[in-house]
Structure formats: structure tokens, C-alpha cells
T-cell receptor, first 114, second 114 residues
Framework: AQSVTQLDSHVSVSEGTPVLLRCNYSSSYSPSLFWYVQHPNKGLQLLLKYTSAATLVKGINGFEAEFKKSETSFHLTKPSAHMSDAAEYFC????????????FGPGTRLSVLP | DGGITQSPKYLFRKEGQNVTLSCEQNLNHDAMYWYRQDPGQGLRLIYY???????QKGDIAEGYSVSREKKESFPLTVTSAQKNPTAFYLC?????????????FGPGTRLTVL
């Protein structure tokens, strides 16, 4: 069965500095991987997804993530943080065809300091 | 505009009462999902439905019930049997249930039991 670990429950960066949110997964097969963002009291918005094509995936708002099979990682990065990036970020692994295919990590809260 | 709507945004319930949360989508998606979100736990799957008139239990289905009489609608009933119903509930849909299918989320309903 698949699982997701987000190594940091809270990350704090200064505006204009790089962002790194870490995600490691466990999967028996070739998974699909997603990053979602959630602003307070809102639904989730897809940032980017990996589905066995290019290992470096570019998403919205300047975010990108790199799939590293040898490290079972899918870390999310952004070169320069903006105040509007402050939110909760969820890494998701999808493995099984049909049904209960999305497994969410516990989330990482990103704070951006002025 | 296509999307997923959830109503109400905030809901209050007395102990012992059943309450139904609405989820409607006009994306023509076959699959729909209900998740529960608690602080620090990511999202946990309650129920999912791949097609009309069919649905399956997720990881935490006890105390909840659903129906899928129409493709665009997937209401969730929180029954009095649910021991700790106060949470944020998110509905999602996807084109199908394949591992590569992105799930699109509604804005959520925050349920508080008084």
C-alpha cells in the first residue's frame, strides 16, 4: 500500500528566498504524484502533478517538483517566495487504479515572513 | 463556469441529529469523493463513487452515508452514530478513477457539533 511522508509540519521562509517542501512516498508500483495547496478555509487547488512523463514538473505560481525514484521523493520548490504563497501544502500519491487512489500526506504549513 | 459547489459553507448541528452536506459538480465527471480534514492529519477518504448508483466505503466510513442518484450530485449524511463529526468536509470529483486523474475540490463545509 502507498503512503506519504511530509517531513516538515511547518516551514517558515522570508519573502524573496527559496522554498523547499519535502515529500517522500512509499509505493509498490509506479505512482502518480501530486502537490495541492490549500488557503485558509478553502478547498484544495492543484499545483502540479507527475504521471510518469518528465521527472521535473512545472506547476502554477512558479512552483516545480522533481520526481526522484531512487530517493522515493517528490520535493516541491520555488525560487523566490511571495507573501501569497503562505498556505498549507499537501503531497499526494496515487497508485491503485480506481477507487481509493489518493493518499494524502499530513500537510506542511508554509509561512512567509516580510 | 464549471466547478464543484458545496453547501452550506458553515453548518452547526446538535448532538444526536443527522445532517446532510451537499456536493454538486457540473464538470461531467464520473467519479466523486468525500474527504474529512482534521488538523495535522491531511485528508481521509470517507466514501467514493465511480459511477451513478454505485459507491464504496473509504477509510473512515463509519457514521456516514451517501447516495449517488445523479451524476452531478453526491450528498453526504453525517449521522448521529459518527462519534466526532466536527471537522472540515471536502468533496472532490475526477473524470474517472485512474491514478493519473486529477481530483478537483470544492470549497468545503465546516461542520460544528454543539
Amino acid at each position: 500500500a502507498q503512503s506519504v511522508t511530509q517531513l516538515d509540519s511547518h516551514v517558515s521562509v522570508s519573502e524573496g528566498t527559496p522554498v523547499l517542501l519535502r515529500c517522500n512516498y512509499s509505493s509498490s508500483y509506479s505512482p502518480s504524484l501530486f502537490w495541492y495547496v490549500q488557503h485558509p478555509n478553502k478547498g484544495l487547488q492543484l499545483l502540479l502533478k507527475y504521471t510518469s512523463a518528465a521527472t521535473l514538473v512545472k506547476g502554477i505560481n512558479g512552483f516545480e517538483a522533481e520526481f526522484k525514484k531512487s530517493e522515493t521523493s517528490f520535493h516541491l520548490t520555488k525560487p523566490s517566495a511571495h507573501m501569497s504563497d503562505a498556505a498549507e501544502y499537501f503531497c499526494v500519491v496515487s497508485e491503485d487504479n480506481y477507487g481509493q487512489n489518493f493518499v494524502f500526506g499530513p500537510g506542511t504549513r508554509l509561512s512567509v515572513l516580510p | 463556469d464549471g466547478g464543484i459547489t458545496q453547501s452550506p459553507k458553515y453548518l452547526f448541528r446538535k448532538e444526536g441529529q443527522n445532517v446532510t452536506l451537499s456536493c454538486e459538480q457540473n464538470l461531467n465527471h464520473d467519479a466523486m469523493y468525500w474527504y474529512r480534514q482534521d488538523p495535522g492529519q491531511g485528508l481521509r477518504l470517507i466514501y467514493y463513487s465511480q459511477i451513478v448508483n454505485d459507491f464504496q466505503k473509504g477509510d473512515i466510513a463509519e457514521g456516514y452515508s451517501v447516495s449517488r442518484e445523479k451524476k452531478e450530485s453526491f450528498p453526504l449524511t453525517v449521522t448521529s452514530a459518527q462519534k466526532n463529526p466536527t471537522a472540515f468536509y471536502l468533496c472532490a470529483s475526477s473524470i474517472g478513477g485512474r491514478i493519473t486523474d486529477t481530483q478537483y475540490f470544492g470549497p468545503g463545509t465546516r461542520l460544528t457539533v454543539l
